[in-house]
């Protein structure tokens, strides 16, 4: 398998939680930048075209796809989280 270290440089997942799927719940719609994150990506600004799959219970799979952008958020806000992929 070490052919695919020509494509990818590394893989995150995320198991998804109601206020990031349930709409009446939350429109949380964002990674935060933990240090796995920011191995990959380091700390300057960048967008990326991305795909996105959810695997269901049974295994089902939706796809889509969409652009990502990966960013310090405390460019206007000090408190929050230091880098997000939105």
Known sequence: MDFLSLYFKG???KILCSVEINKWNSNQHE???????????????QYFNA??????????MIQDTGRLTWYDAREYDLYRTPVILY
């Open 51 to 60: 795909r996105f799959i959810y695997v269901d219970k049974q295994g089902k």
């Open 11 to 13: 893989v995150a997942a």
């Open 31 to 45: 990674f935060h930048g933990v240090r796995v994150l920011k191995n990959i990506f380091g700390l300057k600004r």
